[in-house]
């Protein structure tokens, strides 16, 4: 065994590991007054305060956090980061009883956000979502899911996730890049659904072979994409060996989550109107299915998620921000997390789980982050706090103490 590190550091632990207790989203794997090696970016030993002086373990550098709480770095796995624009004026319209579809219908919603990223010059994009970013990263977030949808030409696409990839580069925490041509038909195509979806496909292959795709998502909704066309940008998706997920039955049962299970992909997203038959076929093929509550919230959706019945399937339940202009104008993790237990009824340890654990299997991470593990990532939030329930708990606070992304102070 290792007994020199490159750093050890001291705290109370939140693990989410099995061997340290965790089990079925209960415990949170605690150790307290626990002590962590990293060795090269990674964790290289786990144990207790007592133990590294028992086996006289020593490191470059030593950090004592006392009674302060290192968990894994947060994952924020669905988010629209990367836009221009704003659209307060639709939050005024539906306070006044205007519909999210009807806006929608009527040229606005998601169109409105294209029209204004479309508009934007690449430096100009990227500032802007840069500050969104910083907000996350300030919430002890190391790894952000970030989308394109707000272009829907292949210039647009391929500088929203151009400006996605900068971000990772520039702030030193891990971006993955969604495609998410098929999030609404652009006007140009409003006669033409079918060549819409055929060239989806096209820039598909050439965005990936320009190294911008990690992941492919879709719309899967009466106002946006049915399911045979999602399946056509999803056959070439698996074609590529790239994963996919998908927004599923947000406002209507589309059959989403079964068509993610079928394909073997990541995650079914929102999934308010989710069926039995597919929480089914997700608990068979490991599918995650990540809850957004901001976007319940601001939509003032009534249908709750059956989070029981994913419970007794075993479908594995993520929480993330959903950022974007329209249903989640938010850039805080720790706020979904809140709504997901006083919205949803998660627990704590679930709501917590869901932005480490189950956000990294959300985003096919499950090998290397949302855990304290020997080997995985030394992404570690440190946080001030006196219980790990304070972080569902605090409303509006700052409790991050200090970011550690590949074992680099962020
Ligand atoms: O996750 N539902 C589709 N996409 C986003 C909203 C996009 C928008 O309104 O700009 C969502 O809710
Ligand atoms: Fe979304």
């Not at 899967?220 to 066309?229: K, L, P, Q, T, V």
Request: net charge negative; charged share 20%; glycine share 10%.
């Amino acid at each position: 065994m290792t007994t020199h590190f490159d750093m050890l550091l001291f705290a109370n632990l939140a693990t989410f590991n099995e061997e340290f207790g965790f089990t079925h989203n209960t415990h949170y794997g605690a150790i307290h007054q626990g002590a962590m090696g990293i060795v090269g970016g990674e964790i290289a030993w786990i144990g207790t305060k007592q133990d590294t002086k028992t086996l006289q373990l020593t490191a470059d550098n030593s950090l004592d956090f006392g009674d302060k709480w290192i968990t894994p770095a947060l994952i924020d796995c669905h988010t629209h980061l990367v836009y221009g624009g704003n659209r307060s004026n639709e939050f005024e319209m539906r306070l006044n009883g205007v519909s999210y579809q009807d806006i929608a219908s009527s040229g606005g919603g998601i169109m409105a956000t294209v029209n204004a990223t479309r508009d934007l010059g690449f430096d100009d994009l990227y500032k802007l979502s840069a500050k969104r970013l910083k907000t996350l990263i300030n919430q002890g977030v190391g790894t952000v899911e970030i989308k394109s949808g707000y272009g829907l030409d292949l210039d647009s696409e391929r500088k929203m996730l151009t400006v996605a990839k900068k971000l990772g580069d520039d702030f030193g925490i891990t971006i993955k890049k969604t495609y998410l041509a098929l999030h609404a038909i652009p006007p140009e195509f409003k006669d033409n659904r079918e060549k819409y979806v055929k060239n989806a496909c096209e820039w598909l292959k050439i965005l990936h072979d320009e190294g911008l795709v990690d992941a492919v998502d879709a719309f899967c909704e009466s106002i946006a994409f049915n399911r045979d066309e999602v399946a056509q940008v999803f056959d070439v998706a698996r074609s590529l060996g790239l994963p996919v997920k998908l927004h599923a039955e947000q406002m209507s049962d589309m059959g989403g989550g079964a068509l993610v299970a079928d394909f073997h992909g990541l995650s079914a997203d929102h999934i308010e109107y989710l069926s039995d038959e597919s929480i089914a076929k997700m608990a068979e093929h490991g599918v995650v299915g990540v809850l957004l509550p901001t976007a319940f919230y601001i939509l003032k959706e009534t249908k709750l998620p059956p989070i029981d019945k994913m419970r007794q399937m075993g479908v594995n339940m993520a929480v993330s921000t959903d950022s974007n202009p329209g249903t989640s104008p938010s850039t805080s993790l720790l706020l979904a997390m809140n709504m997901a237990c006083t919205l949803f009824g998660l627990t704590c340890e679930e709501a917590l789980a869901g932005t480490t654990l189950y956000a990294a299997k959300a985003l096919g991470l499950q090998e290397s982050k949302g855990k304290l593990d020997i080997g995985f990532d030394a992404d570690l939030a440190i946080w001030d706090i006196d219980r790990l329930a304070d972080l569902c708990y605090l409303i509006g606070a700052s409790p991050v103490h200090g970011l550690l992304v590949g074992g680099k102070v962020v």
